[in-house]
């Protein structure tokens, strides 16, 4: 029989109200049932969102130093439970060990990060225009905050929006992504166990459609945050804009390396090949092109095809192996049409192109890394973001024409320039259209003390992570304090 997981409300656990429930199965094998979670709906969003609004009367009057006290006992508690927490993880999305620990490890960064903004939180005094008159800005909590998030990195996003919004004084309802409740679920009764107390935090499980659309439109929740696809964030967007609501978007990228002809290209490759195939692609941060110089482009794709033909695929529990598996079997067809997209587009496929079903794969959603390359910059491939272990070769000519390519996508989250010649590196800096840029680094590596997201489609201008998160989790308010015992007007007071 296999386990049974519950939704968090109120400090309780418990079925959905309908009594449904749905499964959760390990990618890398299909055969291995990991559980099964509640199919949430309407009726249990509202019961959390109730019990959320109660709870914020309490928790937004906590002094931000002790909600900081105990997001540094969460970060504790999480350090404990790393492996397991990874573990968790690599069993129920796929990716490798190494990388899911990696993935805990920014929910640790993250927890202490946040953990010491509890004593800042700051604010500004300043001078005000009439005598005897006080004026300074503060932050203020919000409310009930929905988070919705994606499976890709099933630990780290939930921390990234779920400790901002804590610190701030919001309480919370937390819906993971249907492909990894299990984390989430483990995730929850680390905060218990750290002392959050009920009501603050409250999780509810089922899908998008259901249980995410249902809190999107819910009166009472103030602010969504989502991380997830460009086509979920622009609904989301829309029936937030009919309610007014504060919104926060993370969404897709088609992320882009140059490499010049100056480039050290063993470095370059080696963060082509982290970049495109980590994760098995599945990252809003991966390496999807490869816009390369054409002096070099012969020699760095000779190497890229013969190193990645050597990463050894598989379950990613298995310490020995560099990719895992895709997320499903929707995510497996969506890259197999897209292969096709690339050749009828008349793209060269070099390598891969396949699902990968060698010895124990055959029950999992495996893929081959896969390269493109005579990829020009307006074919679909090079537009589009396809989330699996594809990478397209764009050849270049110039510096100029380089940034014209990476910059002509709808996205712009993040990229990368390898180079020796300081003054393009600069030049990059400044011109290339992301929110994220690495100078001699991959697309991949961001830190949580830096603002995180993106330009153009990849959101709507909010940055997670930072000291900019705080501005998604609060609101300014203004304050002045007349302490001249008489009518004073302003503008009026001050006229000539
Ligand atoms: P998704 O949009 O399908 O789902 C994300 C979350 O939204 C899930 O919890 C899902 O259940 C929920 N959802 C689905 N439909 C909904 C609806 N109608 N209303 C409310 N909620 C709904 O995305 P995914 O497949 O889980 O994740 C992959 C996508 O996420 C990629 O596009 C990737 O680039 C993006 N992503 C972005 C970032 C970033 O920070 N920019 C980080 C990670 C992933």
Redesign the pocket.
Same mark, same amino acid.
């Given at each position: 029989m296999a386990d049974q997981f519950k939704n968090h409300i109120d400090g309780k656990w418990l079925a959905a109200s309908s009594g449904k429930t749905f499964e959760n199965r390990n990618p890398a094998n299909r055969d291995d049932l990991i559980g099964h979670f509640p199919a949430s709906d309407t009726a249990d969003v509202d019961a959390a969102v109730e019990v959320a609004k109660k709870a914020f009367a309490g928790w937004r009057l906590v002094p931000a130093p002790k909600r900081g006290e105990l997001l540094y006992r969460v970060g504790e508690i999480l350090k404990k439970y790393k492996e397991d927490l990874a573990r968790i993880e690599t069993r129920e999305m796929g990716k490798i060990l190494k990388e899911t620990r990696g993935d805990v490890q920014e929910g640790i960064d993250c927890a202490f990060y946040v953990a010491g903004e509890g004593r800042r939180l700051f604010g500004e005094t300043t001078p005000a225009e009439l005598p005897n008159k006080f004026a300074m800005s503060v932050r203020a909590p919000i409310g009930v905050c929905a988070l919705? /998030?994606?499976?890709?990195?099933p630990l780290a996003?939930p921390t990234w929006k779920l400790f901002p919004a804590l610190i701030c004084g919001n309480t919370v309802i937390l819906?993971?992504?249907?492909?990894t409740p299990q984390t989430a679920g483990r995730f929850v009764e680390i905060l218990n166990e750290a002392g959050v107390p009920a009501g603050v935090v409250n999780l509810v499980h089922?899908?998008?459609?259901d249980?995410?659309?249902a809190?999107?439109r819910h009166r009472g929740v103030q602010l969504?945050s989502? /991380?997830?696809?460009?086509?979920?964030?622009r609904?989301?967007a829309s029936?937030c804009g009919q309610h007014l609501k504060r919104v926060s978007?993370?969404?897709?990228?088609k992320n882009g390396q140059i490499v010049m002809e100056d480039a050290d290209l063993d470095l370059a490759v080696e963060g082509a090949l982290w970049g495109a195939f980590g994760t098995t692609g599945?990252?809003? /941060?991966?390496t999807s092109r490869l816009i390369v110089h054409r002096d070099v482009s012969k020699k760095i794709t000779d190497i890229l095809v013969a190193r990645a033909q050597k990463i050894k695929i598989g379950d990613g529990l298995d310490e020995s192996v560099e990719m895992g598996p895709l997320?499903n079997q929707a995510?497996r067809e969506k890259v197999l049409r897209y292969i096709e997209v690339g050749k009828q587009e008349g793209a060269r496929l070099l390598i891969g192109g396949s699902i990968y079903v060698a010895g124990s794969c055959a029950n999992g959603y495996f893929f081959q890394p896969t390269i493109f390359d005579q990829v020009k910059p307006n074919m679909r491939i090079a537009q589009e973001?396809i989330?699996g272990p594809v990478l397209s070769i764009i050849e270049i000519n110039s510096f100029e024409e380089a940034i014209d390519v990476l910059n002509g996508t709808r996205y712009g989250?993040s990229s990368s320039i390898y180079t020796r010649d300081v003054g393009r590196a600069f030049r990059a800096m400044r011109d290339i259209e992301a929110g994220i840029t690495y100078i001699n680094g991959p697309t991949i590596g961001a830190e949580v003390h830096l603002p995180?997201?993106?330009v153009k489609d990849?959101?709507n201008g909010h940055r997670?992570a930072g000291t900019t998160v705080y501005d998604i989790f609060t609101e300014w308010k203004s304050i002045y304090v007349d302490y001249s015992g008489k009518l004073q007007k302003a503008q009026i007071d001050n006229a000539e």
């Amino acid at each position: 029989m296999a386990d049974q997981f519950k939704n968090h409300i109120d400090g309780k656990w418990l079925a959905a109200s309908s009594g449904k429930t749905f499964e959760n199965r390990n990618p890398a094998n299909r055969d291995d049932l990991i559980g099964h979670f509640p199919a949430s709906d309407t009726a249990d969003v509202d019961a959390a969102v109730e019990v959320a609004k109660k709870a914020f009367a309490g928790w937004r009057l906590v002094p931000a130093p002790k909600r900081g006290e105990l997001l540094y006992r969460v970060g504790e508690i999480l350090k404990k439970y790393k492996e397991d927490l990874a573990r968790i993880e690599t069993r129920e999305m796929g990716k490798i060990l190494k990388e899911t620990r990696g993935d805990v490890q920014e929910g640790i960064d993250c927890a202490f990060y946040v953990a010491g903004e509890g004593r800042r939180l700051f604010g500004e005094t300043t001078p005000a225009e009439l005598p005897n008159k006080f004026a300074m800005s503060v932050r203020a909590p919000i409310g009930v905050c929905a988070l919705i /998030t994606p499976w890709n990195f099933p630990l780290a996003i939930p921390t990234w929006k779920l400790f901002p919004a804590l610190i701030c004084g919001n309480t919370v309802i937390l819906k993971p992504a249907e492909d990894t409740p299990q984390t989430a679920g483990r995730f929850v009764e680390i905060l218990n166990e750290a002392g959050v107390p009920a009501g603050v935090v409250n999780l509810v499980h089922g899908r998008g459609e259901d249980v995410g659309a249902a809190l999107v439109r819910h009166r009472g929740v103030q602010l969504v945050s989502f /991380t997830g696809s460009a086509a979920v964030g622009r609904e989301i967007a829309s029936v937030c804009g009919q309610h007014l609501k504060r919104v926060s978007l993370e969404l897709g990228g088609k992320n882009g390396q140059i490499v010049m002809e100056d480039a050290d290209l063993d470095l370059a490759v080696e963060g082509a090949l982290w970049g495109a195939f980590g994760t098995t692609g599945q990252r809003c /941060t991966a390496t999807s092109r490869l816009i390369v110089h054409r002096d070099v482009s012969k020699k760095i794709t000779d190497i890229l095809v013969a190193r990645a033909q050597k990463i050894k695929i598989g379950d990613g529990l298995d310490e020995s192996v560099e990719m895992g598996p895709l997320i499903n079997q929707a995510a497996r067809e969506k890259v197999l049409r897209y292969i096709e997209v690339g050749k009828q587009e008349g793209a060269r496929l070099l390598i891969g192109g396949s699902i990968y079903v060698a010895g124990s794969c055959a029950n999992g959603y495996f893929f081959q890394p896969t390269i493109f390359d005579q990829v020009k910059p307006n074919m679909r491939i090079a537009q589009e973001e396809i989330f699996g272990p594809v990478l397209s070769i764009i050849e270049i000519n110039s510096f100029e024409e380089a940034i014209d390519v990476l910059n002509g996508t709808r996205y712009g989250l993040s990229s990368s320039i390898y180079t020796r010649d300081v003054g393009r590196a600069f030049r990059a800096m400044r011109d290339i259209e992301a929110g994220i840029t690495y100078i001699n680094g991959p697309t991949i590596g961001a830190e949580v003390h830096l603002p995180f997201g993106g330009v153009k489609d990849t959101g709507n201008g909010h940055r997670e992570a930072g000291t900019t998160v705080y501005d998604i989790f609060t609101e300014w308010k203004s304050i002045y304090v007349d302490y001249s015992g008489k009518l004073q007007k302003a503008q009026i007071d001050n006229a000539e």
